[in-house]
């Protein structure tokens, strides 16, 4: 009941919103400026594309650049369909009271994790020229092949994202209830299951090579626990020790429940 009350008393994170919504709100204007430079990224030109050979990729990549090049777009469409879903779970937290409370500061707090996340992936993107998978198909189409954005497969903006989601979910409920101890990790166990779909979908759809897919998996993993873990509010420990002299001399210990 003590744990209860200072759950409803404290707020887990400290948001300083005055601050960091119009700072979430430049590095989403800046993301979207950023996008369409990836847009307009210069495309292969047609002797550098016909000279691609998948024999000069890494073996463990190799097989993303051999799926059913029919069904590409389909898989494409089923992971764009899991990275949004993806996106939207952390609204489940809200069904817990002791989170729901705090709503205006995890939004705040969830729209800058994906901000710094999406600004990762962009500038990676923007810096990194890594063929997309399907360029190496025979079976693709030229006309698909000489198109833009096939250079930005490294790394993994769908899966990131996922991740990012996936992770933030895990860590913010693991901090409103310390009492899981370890069980913990089971979310986060669980929050891999997200970034993994996309990641196999975005492979199969020869949009990234597994590389690509597991960079994706750490960076948006990583942004989400340690953007809110760097809003944590360190709290004070309620266990004291005082040593006295007197009479008698010892140490005494002193617990207050907050």
């Given at each position: 009941?003590?744990?209860?009350?200072?759950?409803?008393k404290v707020s887990i994170y400290k948001v300083s919103k005055k601050v960091e919504?119009?700072?979430?709100?430049?590095?989403?204007?800046?993301?979207?400026?950023?996008?369409?430079?990836?847009?307009?990224?210069?495309?292969?030109?047609?002797?550098?594309?016909?000279?691609?050979?998948?024999?000069?990729?890494?073996?463990?990549?190799?097989?993303?650049?051999?799926?059913?090049?029919?069904?590409?777009?389909?898989?494409?469409?089923?992971?764009?369909?899991?990275?949004?879903?993806?996106?939207?779970?952390?609204?489940?937290?809200?069904?817990?009271?002791?989170?729901?409370?705090?709503w205006l500061d995890l939004l705040v707090l969830y729209g800058e994790t994906h901000?710094?996340?999406?600004?990762?992936?962009?500038?990676?993107?923007?810096?990194?020229?890594?063929?997309?998978?399907?360029?190496?198909?025979?079976?693709?189409?030229?006309?698909?092949?000489?198109?833009?954005?096939?250079?930005?497969?490294f790394f993994s903006g769908h899966v990131s994202t996922a991740a990012t989601a996936?992770?933030?979910?895990?860590?913010?409920?693991?901090?409103?209830?310390?009492?899981?101890?370890?069980?913990?990790?089971?979310?986060?166990?669980?929050?891999?299951?997200?970034?993994?779909?996309?990641?196999?979908?975005?492979?199969?759809?020869?949009?990234?090579?597994?590389?690509?897919?597991?960079?994706?998996?750490?960076?948006?993993?990583?942004?989400?626990?340690?953007?809110?873990?760097?809003?944590?509010?360190?709290?004070?420990?309620?266990?004291?020790?005082?040593?006295?002299?007197?009479?008698?001399?010892?140490?005494?210990?002193?617990?207050?429940?907050?």
């Open positions: 009941m003590g744990q209860n009350y200072d759950l409803m919504i119009p700072i979430t709100i430049a590095i989403f204007m800046s993301n979207y400026v950023g996008f369409k430079y990836l847009n307009n990224k210069t495309e292969l030109s047609f002797n550098e594309i016909m000279n691609l050979d998948e024999d000069n990729i890494w073996w463990f990549d190799r097989v993303a650049t051999q799926q059913n090049a029919d069904d590409r777009f389909r898989y494409q469409d089923v992971s764009d369909v899991i990275m949004n879903i993806s996106i939207a779970l952390p609204i489940f937290l809200m069904i817990d009271k002791d989170i729901r409370k705090d901000a710094v996340n999406t600004s990762l992936y962009i500038s990676s993107a923007a810096f990194i020229d890594r063929t997309r998978p399907f360029l190496y198909n025979p079976d693709v189409p030229y006309s698909d092949k000489s198109g833009t954005g096939t250079t930005i497969s996936s992770f933030f979910m895990a860590k913010v409920y693991s901090d409103y209830h310390p009492e899981l101890g370890n069980k913990k990790f089971w979310l986060f166990g669980a929050a891999i299951i997200p970034p993994a779909l996309v990641g196999l979908y975005r492979v199969k759809a020869m949009k990234h090579f597994p590389t690509d897919v597991i960079v994706g998996s750490v960076i948006g993993a990583a942004i989400g626990i340690i953007i809110p873990q760097l809003h944590k509010v360190k709290k004070k420990t309620n266990l004291s020790f005082i040593p006295y002299t007197g009479d008698i001399s010892g140490l005494k210990i002193q617990y207050t429940f907050r």
